[in-house]
């Protein structure tokens, strides 16, 4: 039988992300891209989150020392979630906006629990600027007219809108997310392995050759965005309506 991992997040409510997050993930999925009998593996949330995305309360505190190393691990995990040569399946058990839907798009197919959650990048409402690996994989996706018009007004989608744009694949209920996210790895199990990986890893490849270029340069702006006083006031906004 065909050996898998289910890599379960789980780090408070929303399951922010942060560096220790970041750190954790990297590892685990190198542990299983190393491990020949785990032949795949599926991202999944906890009930209500998938990720909250990055962990603006924490973050926010961080140097600029601190802030740089986060997002160019944050920017490396992608990168290697994009070019993970196994079956990745993201259970998406409720919310997943910001960087949980980012970790989300690295997938190979997406299960999204229906209810009342949304999925989407948002980053400009908040005056972050994504890196541009992120708008190439959300076009990857969505398509360029879908992703640039839903990037550029921060758009959140309910799952019945993300099924509908290609963001997720399929909605079902909360109970059935983590079962049918299995049914699929199982159905990409069955063809040969490396006639699978290969064809994966070639529609990937210009999502993959970012990771050839610098990481540096593509956080440029990103960084810069992060110290000025519009994103300053909004990123702390988001913080007092957290606390509410």
Known sequence: ?????????????????????????SEVFHQIEEEEQIKGSILCGKESFFSGGLDIPELYHYNKDEIHELWTKFMGLIHQLIAFPKPLISAITGHSPAG????????????????????????????????????????????????????????????????????????????????????????YLQFSSSAWTKS??????????????????????TLQQWWSPETRLALKQLMLSLKK
């Open 100 to 187: 949980g839907c980012l970790l989300s798009l690295c997938s190979d197919y997406r299960v999204m629990a229906d209810g009342k959650y949304v999925i989407g990048l948002n980053e400009v409402l908040l005056g972050i600027i994504p890196p541009p690996l992120v708008f190439d994989l959300y076009a990857f996706w969505l398509g360029d007219r879908v992703a640039y018009h839903s990037l550029l007004e921060g758009k959140l989608f309910s799952p019945t809108e993300a099924l509908k744009y290609g963001l997720v694949d399929e909605v079902v209920n909360d109970d059935l997310v983590l079962n049918h996210a299995e049914i699929q790895l199982n159905k």
């Open 1 to 25: 039988k065909n050996k898998y991992v289910i890599v379960t997040l789980d780090r408070g409510r929303a399951n922010p992300i942060n560096h220790l997050m970041i750190t954790e993930l």
């Open 200 to 221: 994966k890893l070639n529609f990937r490849e210009s999502l993959i050759n970012f990771l050839e270029k610098d990481i540096e340069e593509s956080l440029k702006d």
